[in-house]
Nanobody
């Protein structure tokens, strides 16, 4: 059974940085395309970043472009999200997810999800 576990969340001041990690176990990590989503209180879950299985392509929305960087280490079964220049509006629970196919911007394309890690940015 595939398991996904995020870590690295916490409290940070506006303008600061955090790096989230996500470890996948129970299957071959490299066959999955991976994504990050976030959900703020009272809001819908939204796409934050994604990366192809071979690290050839990355995808980020305009809201975080230039501030967030997604990467992966297939040898360590680990996905990363480097978040710089954090803003109060980045406060949310961040989720890692694994996908075998489909549009990476869509929640429905992901089969496996972690429990989330909380990121709080104080202004």
């Amino acid at each position: 059974q595939v398991q996904v576990a995020e870590s690295g969340g916490g409290l940070v001041q506006a303008g600061g940085s955090l790096r989230l990690s996500c470890v996948v176990s129970g299957d071959t990590f490299s066959v999955y395309r991976m994504g990050w989503f976030r959900q703020a209180p009272g809001k819908e879950r939204e796409f934050v970043a994604a990366i192809s299985w071979n690290v050839g392509s990355t995808y980020v929305p305009s809201s975080v472009k230039g501030r967030f960087t997604v990467s992966r280490d297939n040898a360590k079964n680990t996905l990363y999200l480097q978040m710089n220049s954090l803003k109060a509006e980045d406060t949310a629970d961040y989720y890692c997810a694994a996908s075998r196919g489909g549009n990476l911007y869509f929640i429905a394309s992901y089969e496996y999800w972690g429990q989330g890690t909380q990121v709080t940015v104080s202004s």
